[in-house]
């Protein structure tokens, strides 16, 4: 659609929760538990473009039963944070990016692009009006969801000609609790995560959806998370259930698998490559298989692994196991490396260390 972008309509919330019940539950939320008192709606048709925006008080979606999202799966969604700053004011972590890869999945998904000044404007219009949610202790922040999905009451097998775009907002903690210093991964041989020419590369449901099932299958293993391998030679590590990975090798290097369609492309692993470059330190883009990871593993020359994501920061990777056995990578918690790039990473975020790559947006 044409013309001039839908300005939000602010609807407050009439009973938001009190300030003693928000401060109770703010302290250690468990991920994706705790939400705030509004959300952003913003509609689309085809005839009317996007259209009907507000900030209104957080509620439920009334649908009809064959909107077709319900049959087809046609949604995607974005996750990026706010982070409280040492001024008291709140910022948001790259979140053109996320307004990019919003994007890119919509193409993939065959829904309507949302003008990125608009995705911006939902996202900094939320978090100013539910400010109070930001977690202000060290690991906290307000983790922001974008999606939409399709609509259009009717069984047909097609785009939909209608679709909401929302954001709620959930204050989170640390994404892993437990304390363990680090996460134990299973590698599954059944189950593949993405093939080439499908929806790797895309933030839509359905890829968690059928990434459940082999998660469930780590968990019974007594795995935290799972690992997925390339769905046509079964051998190159792709990524985990929600987070991508990176090694690092006794000669101070490090290597993650390239965007080959297949996976997500991570804004905390490019932010990562940019980070870890600056710092110095030789970083490949490459496919590296299950084999040569336990041969590296085992011979001591791979000395850390860790996964990164929004939700998960930057989480040491301290045991991997599959069917053939396990092995272990160096001491099983942080390693050097990892914290300098956690450290590094973190700091920009939190507003503790200058951000010469201009990735702060205030609110
Ligand atoms: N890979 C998958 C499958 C994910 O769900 C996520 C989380 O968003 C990531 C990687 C990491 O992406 P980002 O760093 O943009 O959060
Ligand atoms: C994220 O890090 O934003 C994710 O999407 C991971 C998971 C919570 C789905």
Redesign the pocket.
């Known amino acids: 659609s044409s013309g001039a972008l839908p300005v939000f309509t602010f609807e407050p919330n009439t009973a938001p929760v009190a300030a003693e019940e928000r401060a109770q539950r703010l302290i250690g939320p468990a991920f994706g538990r705790v939400f705030t008192d509004h959300m952003a709606v913003i509609r689309y048709s085809e005839d009317k473009g996007w259209h009907d925006a507000r900030i209104t008080a957080r509620g439920s979606v009334q649908m009809d039963p064959a909107s077709s999202v319900l049959h087809y799966a046609q949604e995607i969604f974005?996750?990026?944070k706010a982070y409280s700053r040492p001024d008291g004011g709140a910022a948001l972590f790259r979140p053109d990016?996320?307004a990019r890869?919003f994007n890119a999945s919509a193409r993939r998904m065959a829904m309507p692009e949302l003008p990125e000044a608009l995705f911006l404007e939902s996202i900094r219009a939320l978090v100013r009006t539910d400010a109070a949610w930001i977690p202000q202790d060290e690991d906290g922040a307000l983790y922001l969801r974008p999606f939409m999905f399709a609509s259009e009451v009717f069984l047909g097998v097609k785009p939909s000609a209608e679709y909401l775009y929302m954001v709620i907002a959930s204050s989170v903690g640390a994404y892993f609790k437990g304390g363990a210093p680090s996460v134990s991964l299973w590698v599954t041989r059944e189950y593949t995560?993405a093939a080439p020419g499908g929806t790797g590369a895309a933030?839509c449901g359905g890829?968690?959806a059928t990434?459940l099932i082999a998660q469930a299958e780590a968990i019974r293993n007594g795995c935290d998370q799972v690992v997925f391998l390339d769905a046509v030679e079964r051998r190159y590590v792709e990524?985990?259930?929600?987070?991508?990975i990176f090694f690092v090798f006794e000669d101070g290097s490090m290597l993650t698998p390239p965007l080959t369609g297949t996976?997500?492309?991570?804004?905390?692993?490019?932010?990562i490559l940019t980070l870890a470059r600056d710092l110095g330190i030789t970083v490949r883009e490459e496919l590296y298989s299950l084999e040569q990871w336990r041969a590296d593993a085992e011979s001591g020359r791979l000395t850390e692994a860790f996964a990164?994501?929004?939700?998960?920061v930057v989480t040491p990777i301290g045991s991997v196991k599959s069917a053939e056995g396990g092995f272990t990578i160096g001491g099983q918690s942080a390693g050097p490396l990892t914290q300098r790039i956690r450290s590094s990473l973190v700091d920009i975020q939190r507003g503790k260390a200058a951000d010469p790559y201009g990735w702060i947006q205030q609110i």
Do not use: H, Q, V, W
């Open positions: 974005e996750g990026l990016a996320n890869r995560r933030k890829n968690y990434s990524e985990l259930g929600g987070m991508n996976i997500l492309p991570g804004i905390t692993r490019d932010s990164c994501g929004t939700a998960a």
